[in-house]
C-alpha cells in the first residue's frame, strides 16, 4: 500500500454553529453543507468534515469526543500578525511563536484552542 494524501478528516463537536463561527470567521476557513445537511469547513482544498457528539455518524472512531483534536495549520501570513488577529478576536495565544519541527521540515508556530478545546498550531514552515 501506498498512501499519497489526506482528503479530509473529522472533529467531533459539541456545537456545530459554534465551531463553524469560530474556524469560518477567526481562521477564514469556508462552511459547506452536503448529503442531507451534514456540514464540512475547507480551506484551499482541504476539508474537515463536522460530526455533531450527540448524534455521530457512522463508521466513526471508537470514543469520539470533542476537544480531542490536535491540528496543525500552515500559513503564509507571519505567525507574530497570526497572533495579534488571534488576540485581537479573543482568542488567547496559549503558546508561541515557538520552533517546531513539521511533516516538511521547521516551523515557527503559535497555539491557541478552538470552541472545543482542540489544539490549534498555526505555523510558517521556515
Known sequence: MHLSSLDHLVLTVADIEATCAFYVNIL???RHEFAGG???????NQKINLHPASAPFS???RVPTPGSGDL???TT???SDVAAELRNSGVAVIEGPVQ???AAGPLLSVYCLDPD???LEISNEI
Do not use: I
Open 38 to 44: 451534514r456540514v464540512a469547513l475547507s480551506f484551499g
Open 117 to 119: 478545546g482542540n489544539l
Open 100 to 102: 517546531r519541527t513539521g
Open 59 to 61: 463508521p466513526r472512531a
Open 28 to 30: 477564514g476557513m469556508e
Open 72 to 74: 496543525c495549520f500552515l
Open 77 to 79: 501570513t507571519p505567525v
